[in-house]
Each structure stands twice: as C-alpha cells, then as structure tokens.
C-alpha cells in the first residue's frame, strides 16, 4: 500500500528555523514534492527531489533519503507569511499522492 | 500565461443530485488531475487525464467520473451526491502524465462543493 505521514500542526516564532518531517511507504518512487498551500488558496509546489540529499531554494531547503524513507522540509528565517499548510507528496510508479499535510504557524 | 481555471467556484446541491466540475489546464499542458480534499484527509486523488484517456484513478466509487476533451479542458462528475461528498475539490494540470518524473503539478482554486 502507500502511506505518507507528517505531523498535523507545528508552531513556531518569526525569525526561527523550523523542520518539517515527512516519512512515506509507496510502490515505487519517482520523487517527492513539497507544495505550500495557505488557507483558502490553491496548492503552490514549493521544492522536488528525487535523488537523496539536499535541495536549497532560497529560505527553504528539502532533503531525502530514498532508503529511509524521509524527507524533510527545512524553513529559515521564517516569516509570518510562512504560516501555511505544507504538504509532501510522492510519485510512485503512476499517481502523485499527497500526505495530510502539516499546518504551521508563525508567531511574532 | 493564464493558470488553471476552475468553474463554478462555489456551489451548495442537495442530497441525491448530481454535479459537474470543469477545469480548463494551463495552455499546452495535457495532463489534468483531480483531487479532492477534506479536513480530515488532506488531498485524495481522484483520476488523471492525459490526452483525452484516463490514466489513473484512486479509491472512489463510480458515481465519481469524469472526461476529458480534445482540447484537454476536463470535466468531473458526481452522481447521487452524499453529504460526505462536501468538499473541495481541485484540478491540477501538468505537461507529462503520471510517470513523468518532474510532473509539477499547477493548482487551480478549487471548487467548494457543499451537500445538504
């Protein structure tokens, strides 16, 4: 079967760095996406790996590990903008299925 | 360029009708998907369209359907809604079909179906 699993909330203050988890099960893998989704908004991609180690894009930052199964999503300098739902998604052999995803909020 | 476009944003159906969803992809994207998601279940996926075929479909029973045209506009269908059915539901359009290994998927805004 597939399974993505992340946390369902996380907190934390302007300006810190903060690490979202991501561990998943699939038949097959084609790659892992993370997309930005804020309330009431359409799913934005945010970052995409498909061979293990770390992506940078700017403020964020996205690792994998194939073998373990594990990504995770890495924010710095984190704004109050960043208070969003951020969702892993992984391509197996055919489909992209996407996790519960984790909300995140930013406090001042 | 234009992005995903969804239509109608919002609607409210009773129990036992029936509803149809369109989206219209980002020009010269072939692929659309559909997904629809819940609070409590984050985004399922419902099929995937490419060049007018379906080339993949998720966990749904058949009163959820759906077509897409030769211009790769997609519609999506439920028949005999259930309140369970209340949610929203999104299009997302990319150039490659499901084993295209950088398919970024673009999201439209969704539709907000609500079922009394």
């Known amino acids: 079967g597939q399974n993505i699993d992340q946390p369902t909330e996380m907190t934390a203050t302007e300006g810190a760095i903060v690490q979202i988890n991501c561990t998943y099960q699939?038949?097959?893998?084609?790659?892992l996406f993370w997309y930005q989704q804020h309330a009431g908004e359409a799913p934005t991609f945010l970052s995409y790996?498909?061979?293990?180690g770390l992506e940078e894009k700017g403020r964020f930052s996205s690792f994998l590990s194939r073998s373990k199964g594990y990504s995770y999503l890495l924010l710095k300098e984190l704004q109050m903008k960043d208070s969003a739902s951020y969702l892993c998604?992984?391509?197996?052999?055919?489909?992209?299925?996407f996790g519960t995803g984790t909300r995140l909020q930013v406090f001042p | 360029k234009a992005g995903v476009t969804q239509t109608p944003r919002y609607l409210i159906k009773t129990r036992g009708q029936q509803v149809t969803l369109s989206c219209s992809p980002i020009s010269g994207h072939r692929s659309v998907s559909w997904y629809q998601q819940t609070p409590g279940q984050g985004l399922q996926f419902l099929f995937e369209?490419?060049?007018?075929?379906?080339?993949n479909k998720g966990n749904f029973p058949g009163r959820f359907s759906g077509r897409q045209f030769s211009n790769s506009r997609s519609e999506m269908n439920v028949s005999t809604l259930e309140l369970g059915d209340s949610a929203l539901y999104l299009c997302?359009?990319?150039?490659?079909?499901?084993?295209?290994?950088?398919?970024?998927?673009?999201f439209g805004e969704g539709s907000r179906l609500t079922v009394l």
């Open positions: 997302a359009s990319s150039l490659g079909s499901g084993g295209f290994r950088t398919g970024e998927l673009f």
């Open positions: 699939t038949s097959g893998f084609n790659g």
């Open positions: 369209y490419f060049s007018e075929t379906q080339r």
């Open positions: 790996n498909v061979l293990d």
């Open positions: 998604a992984v391509r197996g052999t055919d489909k992209l299925i």
